[in-house]
């Protein structure tokens, strides 16, 4: 299994990324795939999570409204729109899949949200 990140960077508060995560290793479609985020100091939290068919979604309550996840199955992808960018919003990014056999993390994406 293996877990891409990219889109990550330095944007104003208020600016907006998009973050992408490619999968491969196993039936993308068949699992949900999560966005994390972690600072330094503190436990890493789920930001978003999304069903394998992309039916459903959840966030965590500090993105709801500003953070979109969306996936396209065709070509093994995981995105996080992130719009309305805050300065709590900083952090390394990571998109994060749970198969039968274990966890799984992507090498995480820094972004930085300047005030």
């Known amino acids: 299994v293996q877990l891409v990140e990219s889109g990550g960077g330095l944007v104003q508060a208020g600016g907006s990324l998009r973050l992408s995560c490619r999968a491969s290793?196993?039936?993308?479609?068949?699992?949900?795939m999560s966005w994390y985020r972690q600072v330094p100091g503190k436990e890493r939290e789920e930001v978003a999570l999304i069903s394998g068919d992309g039916g459903v979604t959840d966030y965590r309550g500090s993105v709801k409204g500003r953070f979109i996840i969306s996936r396209d199955n065709a070509v093994n992808t995981v995105y996080l729109q992130m719009n309305s960018l805050k300065a709590e919003d900083t952090a390394v990014y990571y998109c994060?899949?749970?198969?039968?056999?274990?966890?799984?993390w992507g090498q995480g994406t820094q972004v930085t949200v300047s005030s």
């Open positions: 290793g196993f039936t993308f479609s068949n699992y949900v």
């Open positions: 994060h899949v749970r198969t039968i056999i274990a966890n799984y």
